[in-house]
């Protein structure tokens, strides 16, 4: 298994990234890339209210974290971006929202 958790937006190639994350796939392995990206759709701002709504709620029940990695915001890519790159360059990969501002890419190497 090859893991990429909130790094995708912070490299300038998102299609070079996922080629070598498949280059270092075992084959039958898997990749999967958890990341963030920009808002570009109605769609995409109808999912970031309920983040928004989801994510107030869980401050509330357990307090703010604040994280001390760099931060990168707005992200450099849409989903639509992401998500057909992702279409292109891992063939037959399942892309998901996720919510809380977060895409899925899961993807088998043959």
Do not use: F, N
Request: proline letters at 7%.
């Amino acid at each position: 298994m090859v893991a990429s958790v909130a790094t995708l937006h912070h490299l300038g190639d998102p299609g070079a990234a996922l080629r070598r994350l498949a280059e270092l796939t075992a084959p039958g392995g898997v990749v999967v890339v958890v990341g963030l990206a920009r808002t570009s759709t109605i769609g995409d701002v109808v999912v970031h209210l309920v983040g928004l709504v989801q994510h107030q709620t869980l401050t509330r029940r357990h307090g703010y974290w604040e994280h001390s990695a760099p931060t990168v915001w707005a992200p450099p890519h849409t989903y639509s971006e992401v998500r057909d790159t992702a279409r292109r360059e891992l063939p037959g990969c399942r892309w998901r929202r996720l919510p809380m501002w977060r895409y899925v890419i899961e993807w088998r190497k043959p």
